[in-house]
């Protein structure tokens, strides 16, 4: 399905640009089938070409209260703040993404819900972003709830070809969904890295054993 989807997307890029890649046809043919493709496996991204609509930009951004703490993760300055918290504590050791924290929720299937964490209590509603992500899916092949925080990225690279007086990639992440224009943040090649599901799956360990 990703594949499709970005050889779709790369056509119409080719496409608006005068130098198209492939007929009218094909497209079209192309198209259908990932219609097909979603419809049966109820997953739809948010770069799918089937999502792209125009959207006018909202007045404002409203403020939500978490249904669980969204918390912020220590500082430590050294490898021995590390040893010294392992000693006593069973830990899983990762990279963290430098992004803004956002938390999706999905309900029976359909994103409901899209927050930044904010204070870890309450954080402003970004779902009008969904569409925004590069990889968010909007729809699941799930029943029931489904919680998963993480982080919003831009990646560096993506950051480097984007035009404009930007200092961080992180910085630009946290602003452009901080502003109104759905159009704008559409741009900004947002992505959506999952780093803890909170609700559903069962899952309650890090432990593939």
Not at 2 to 24: R, W
Request: proline content about 3%.
């Amino acid at each position: 399905m990703k594949s499709l989807i970005n050889k779709l997307n790369e056509a119409a890029v080719a496409y608006y640009k005068g130098n198209p890649v492939m007929s009218d046809s094909e497209y079209d043919r192309l198209y259908e089938e990932l219609i097909k493709m979603e419809n049966e496996e109820g997953v739809v991204y948010t770069d799918s070409p089937t999502q792209n609509v125009g959207a006018k930009p909202v007045d404002f951004i409203a403020t939500v209260k978490h249904d669980h703490p969204m918390l912020s993760l220590s500082k430590v300055h050294g490898i021995e703040d590390i040893e010294k918290f392992a000693a006593t504590h069973n830990i899983v050791a990762m990279f963290k993404a430098d992004g803004l924290t956002v938390s999706a929720s999905y309900e029976d299937g359909k994103l409901t819900k899209l927050e930044t964490r904010g204070d870890g209590s309450v954080g402003n509603d970004i779902l009008f972003h969904a569409a925004a992500f590069k990889n968010l899916p909007l729809c699941i092949n799930r029943r029931g709830k489904y919680v998963i925080d993480g982080e919003a990225v831009i990646k560096w690279d993506d950051f480097e070809n984007i035009k404009g007086d930007y200092k961080h990639p992180r910085n630009l992440a946290a602003g452009t969904l901080n502003q109104l224009d759905r159009n704008v943040s559409k741009t900004r090649e947002l992505r959506f890295f999952a780093c803890d599901v909170i609700e559903g799956g069962g899952f309650n360990s890090l432990d593939k054993n």
